[in-house]
């Protein structure tokens, strides 16, 4: 069996929700990776590709094939705020930044519209605009990215842009673990043409510290 892999950097901010540190193990258990708006890490991400055999290039898959997942990644990962749909202060976050009205996803800006990048359940890209949407349609998906698509040159245009670009939605709790098993599936759903399998995802959140999901 032949295993290749290739790893992607990008820089993201989450907050960890569902931490609960135990007093027995850890010196200090307060929960600081619960902290709002979030935390930043430089993550990178490795993806194992295998396959029996090798193709006409005598390669299990050459790395530009997976060209897509680092441009997916540089438009909807990169210089992100990772918010959780589960994240029991989502709804109050949306609220206080002016997004929410009525349990809808709302630009309160004229004419403006934002573009949607999201995953669905069955891990396959969708695309969508919209400048109104009920949020408890976003939890039908595992992960959404959004694109500000309007004026940008009054001050109320220009907080909404830098808002609506810099923020993305995600099911579970964002730990490694969770983004690990996310590009677990969404590679394997996207490279299934290629003719290889994707045997295992690792996100390191920082040097020290990696999750992996796959066949470990
Ligand atoms: N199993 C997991 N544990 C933790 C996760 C996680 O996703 N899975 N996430 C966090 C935080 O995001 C944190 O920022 C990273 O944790 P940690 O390695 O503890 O980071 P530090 O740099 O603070 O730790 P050092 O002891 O300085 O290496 C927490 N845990």
Redesign the pocket.
Known sequence: MFEISKTFEFSAA?S?FS?RLSKRWAKNAYPK?RRLPG?G?NYRLVVYLQSEKLDSSQMVTDFGHLRWLKDFIGECFDHKLILSFEDPAFYVLLEKLGLLKNETFSLPVEGAQVEAVAVKEDYRLEKFNFKEMELSKFSSYTFVSFRYLGETSTPEGDFYSRLIDGIAFFRGSP???NLARFFYYFVNENIKPLGVKCSKVSIF??P??C?TFGEV
Request: glycine residues 0%; contains cysteine; negative net charge.
């Open positions: 989450h960890v931490q990776c935390h890490h730990t490694s673990e959140e920082t020290s510290s999750a």
